[in-house]
């Protein structure tokens, strides 16, 4: 078996791409219950995005997003969990082109065990990325921790995961001035880093939807740098062909490893070509780690090259990754409005 083969095989079987599927599963569901059916769902940005975009009537949009943490992190790592919700919330929010407003949150704890560690890392988080937390709903009296957090912000311009075209070139940005936080899958270049550093990096990403350098992209989530170019090609109805070796990476860490990671900052972007240089000199100005990482087709598969081998990864019109099954009528209407 092919280095390629050998790797998509491997991605087949990770959490972070099992946890991606249950979407589709989700979706489905709310679909069938809600009046109207699926046509129910189109919004200015279809699920599938990072967040929900509603129009604000100046031109711009309101951004709303919630992230939820799995317990055995908060369990584990009860600080860094807290700081993750807040942070993970804030980049989907400039992930979407947009700036963060304010968060609130929902934790569930048996007294202030472990909630007093969790809610100091939510609140330096906050700090540090400048996004006040305005309120919530607190449980002391539950037996397993829980915690989530809900984001609100705005964007003039939006980058959503429904407008990658065949021709774009795939680009990956990933800030390796990081570590993991071992035993989890999470590469940390957030919680040491200057603050101001923080929100002059994350800045990029409306900068460029402001400026109409990018129309297309998604945060890199625990689906890992693959998986997340999968939810935003498959969104995009398009697939391509991705080169592994050119994926920005730490020196010394296991491609495998890599690829199954969640980082602190890190996007996927689909980038015109005529738009691409002047997108890598803004990453590469803030010593953001960024590479053409595959081109965009009309496929509607993911094919992995290594070693000068291709395998296939995934093919959207046999099996769905995100996307529930919905008419494709409904599915161009949700995508323009």
């Known amino acids: 078996m092919s280095r390629a083969a050998e790797i998509a095989e491997a991605l087949r079987a990770t959490r972070g791409f099992a946890h991606k599927r249950d979407i589709s599963e989700v979706v489905a569901a709310l679909g069938r219950s809600l009046p109207g059916g699926h046509a129910a769902l189109a919004q200015a940005v279809p699920v599938g995005d990072d967040c929900a975009a509603i129009p604000d009537g100046r031109g711009g949009y309101l951004l709303f997003a919630i992230e939820g943490l799995v317990e055995d992190f908060i369990v584990r790592m009860p600080w860094f969990a807290g700081y993750c919700g807040v942070m993970v ?84 940005a990933a800030d390796l001035r990081g570590a993991y936080e ?111 990482i595959g081109t965009v087709d009309p496929s509607r598969t993911v094919h992995l090259r290594a070693d000068g081998e291709e395998a296939l990864l995934w093919d959207f019109g046999r099996d769905a990754f995100i996307q529930p099954s919905v008419p494709s009528g409904l599915r161009e209407e949700a995508r323009h409005g």
């Open 182 to 292: 071992e035993p989890f899958p999470y590469w940390n270049a957030s919680t040491r880093a200057p603050a101001a550093r923080l929100r002059a990096d994350l800045e990029l990403l409306p900068a460029l939807a402001e400026a109409g350098l990018c129309r297309a992209g998604k945060d890199i989530s625990m689906a890992g740098a693959v998986g997340t170019a999968m939810m935003l090609l498959e969104c995009s109805g398009v697939g391509a062909s991705i080169e592994l070796d050119a994926l920005p990476k730490p020196e010394g860490v296991p491609l495998l490893r890599w690829l199954s990671s969640f980082p602190s900052y890190g996007f996927v972007l689909s980038v015109a070509p005529a738009q691409l240089a002047r997108v890598l000199a803004r990453f590469a100005a803030r010593d953001i780690a960024c590479g053409v």
């Open 89 to 172: 919330n804030v980049s989907d929010i400039y992930a979407m082109g947009g700036r963060p407003t304010a968060v609130v949150d929902a934790l569930w704890s048996s007294g202030m065990n472990p909630a007093d560690q969790v809610l100091g890392g939510m609140a330096e988080a906050a700090a540090r990325y400048g996004v006040p937390i305005v309120g919530g709903h607190s449980n002391n009296r539950s037996e397993r921790p829980q915690l989530a957090v809900a984001i609100l912000g705005h964007a003039r311009r939006l980058i959503t995961s429904f407008d990658a075209r065949p021709g774009d070139l795939l680009v990956m």
